[in-house]
């Protein structure tokens, strides 16, 4: 039973360059959550989607982050104009329902690891 | 005030020590509370679950909750050297989403 997938693992992007993350939830799982991790630090919550669905954004940054999580295929994380204060390590997590009204415990993927140059 | 506080260690213990993590949290909401184990350059790992206040044991590993206090613990009974991680605590509630504390580094010593 695969894990959650995300790739690529790793990501070295020059300034202004566009960063494209995916991610593919466990088997059986809809619900797709996107962190952030800067070193010393916890992890940040981003975004929680469900298929072709943002329910909540709230931890975007407004402008350059975008996601979504298309009915066919992974969920994508994309970081336009990339800054060097995007690097970091971003991890998604999914779970079989909504951990906001279910508490459902979240598998996380590997991460990928994003360099700005 | 942070939501949810934990020291940052690093902890270094010699094999065989007990260990006790901590974390404070300031919203008496929280229902739902959560361990995860981090190696390092991998992904969070689930270790223990509980709900509400009380005791909940899984081999070496004991998680405590006094929410009157707002504070929870995990406790490592003999440990291993492959104990050595960093780990995370995490609470939620009902509509709400997770809120992770910043991760305490372990280094159990041969």
């Known amino acids: 039973n695969a894990g959650v997938m995300q790739n690529p693992r790793h990501l070295v992007r020059r300034r202004g360059q566009e960063a494209r993350l995916r991610c593919s939830p466990m088997?059986?799982?809809?619900?797709v959550y996107w962190y952030r991790q800067l070193p010393e630090e916890g992890l940040k919550f981003m975004v929680y989607?469900?298929?072709?669905?943002?329910?909540?954004e709230s931890g975007m940054p407004k402008e350059r982050f975008s996601a979504e999580f298309p009915k066919e295929g992974p969920s994508i994380l994309r970081i336009q104009q990339v800054v060097r204060g995007d690097s970091a390590a971003y991890f998604c997590a999914s779970s079989p329902g909504s951990s906001r009204e279910w508490a459902d415990t979240q598998y996380f993927g590997p991460g990928t690891r994003l360099t700005v140059l | 005030q942070k939501e949810v506080e934990q020291d940052p260690g690093p902890l270094s213990v010699p094999e065989g020590a007990i260990v006790s993590l901590n974390c404070t949290y300031s919203n008496s909401a929280f229902q739902y509370f959560m361990w995860y184990r981090q190696y390092s350059r991998k992904g969070p790992e689930l270790l223990m679950y509980?709900?509400?206040?009380g005791n909940k044991e899984d081999g070496r590993f004991t998680a405590q909750v006094d929410k009157s206090s707002k504070y929870i613990s995990l406790f490592i009974r003999d440990s291993q050297p492959s104990d050595s991680a960093t780990y995370l605590c995490?609470?939620?509630?009902?509509?709400?989403?997770?809120?992770f504390g910043p991760g305490t580094r372990l280094s159990v010593l041969p």
């Open positions: 509980t709900y509400s206040s």
């Open positions: 995490a609470m939620v509630t009902y509509g709400q989403n997770f809120v």
């Open positions: 989607l469900q298929k072709e669905n943002i329910i909540d």
């Open positions: 088997k059986g799982h809809s619900h």
